[in-house]
């Protein structure tokens, strides 16, 4: 009989995304009983935007677990008859623990309060730094060497609880959003299982967060996404790696928007030179090894890069599409 049986834990789930799909199929595959699992309402998602369940319930339906969906669950809030119907789901499922992962609703106090061990969250940083809702985002984009999975107990601040458990999961100076993810997706779902184990027995010990250190990674907004090459090379390799796949790093040439989906720094041209005779964003070379870039501190070379309506490319099949010249200049900001 796998543990989670065994103990006897009863485990309501609340999340929405891939990443808390990951978590849910662990918990189920570990044999804990999940009475419940909330995730946000359907979404218009595709070409055709037709309504399509979050991954959470996908596997939820999948596998006969209840499903509710409220818009809210603050019971004095614009939706209050979707609160008051989670909370009567919530209160007959009776469960021991809420794990929560990347749910994307506010959880008021009454949910808080309501399970005899409380709401356990799966947040992927190291806690405190990346408080917020983009923390995988913001670790790339700010070139932290490492990051991790932190298994907190939920309180009513922004990702201020106590903290259960927590692991160091090294950046690679390749990843990108999205390989990140999958990789903090797997240890978040392990860590959780381990913690439910630890509390089943009582063995958890709670560490407050330190007072030092505290970051927020604020929400990702499209108008991030639009590359200012008067940064340096550097910056912009990681926020193109940060941004993929959501929201993509793009440029502009002339009318036309480009994504960039990949790149790296080319330390063998003398930046100090180029930046005298060359304005930001202008096209230094183009050739099969990609786009050479000049930005406020050396030279980017756009190795992956797509159009408007079309596919991501190497940039050697890009050019043959979009036969980009030495000299273009590449949005150019406002002074």
């Known amino acids: 009989m796998p543990a989670g049986r065994a103990n006897g834990l009863r485990v309501a789930f609340a999340g929405t995304p891939e990443f808390a ?5 662990r918990l189920h595959a570990a044999g804990f009983h999940v009475p419940l699992v ?5 979404r218009p998602a595709g070409r055709g935007m037709k309504l399509q369940a979050s991954p959470v319930k ?6 006969h677990i209840p499903v509710v969906q409220p818009h809210s669950l603050r019971l004095d809030g614009k939706f209050p008859d979707d609160a008051a119907a989670a909370q009567a789901a919530l209160q007959a499922a009776a469960p021991d623990v809420l794990v929560v992962a990347a749910y994307g609703l506010i959880l008021p106090q009454w949910v808080l ?5 409380g709401c356990m969250n799966i947040h992927a940083s190291l806690l405190p730094r990346w408080r917020g809702a983009a923390p995988i985002h913001r670790a790339i984009e700010a070139g932290d060497a490492q990051t991790g999975i932190t298994i907190m107990q939920m309180d009513a601040g922004l990702d201020t609880g106590d903290m259960l458990v927590h692991e160091r999961l090294a950046i690679a100076a390749t990843d990108t959003t999205a390989s990140l993810h999958d990789r903090l997706a797997t240890l978040g779902g392990r860590l959780m299982v381990e913690v439910l184990e630890m509390a089943a027995c009582g063995g958890l010990h709670p560490v407050l967060q330190p007072a030092e250190g505290v970051t927020y990674a604020h929400k990702i907004d499209k108008s991030e996404s ?3 090459w008067r940064h340096s090379a550097a910056d912009i390799a990681r926020r193109i790696r940060a941004f993929d796949p959501f929201p993509g790093a793009s440029t502009t040439l ?3 928007t480009l994504k960039l989906w990949g790149a790296v720094v080319d330390d063998s041209v003398d930046s100090t030179e180029v930046n005298i005779s060359k304005r930001y964003g ?5 050739n099969a090894s990609g786009v050479g870039v000049q930005t406020g501190e050396g030279v980017l070379v756009l190795t992956h890069l797509q159009r408007a309506g079309g596919k991501r490319l190497p940039a050697s099949d890009f050019l043959r599409g979009c036969p980009l010249k030495p000299g273009m200049v590449l949005g150019t900001p406002a002074d």
């Open 21 to 25: 799909a990951v978590a849910l199929i």
């Open 113 to 117: 309060d309501l399970p005899r061990l």
């Open 38 to 42: 909330l995730t946000q309402p359907d």
């Open 254 to 256: 002339g009318t036309d």
């Open 226 to 228: 639009a590359v200012d």
């Open 58 to 63: 996908q596997f939820a339906v999948e596998h």
């Open 282 to 286: 202008q096209i230094l070379f183009a």
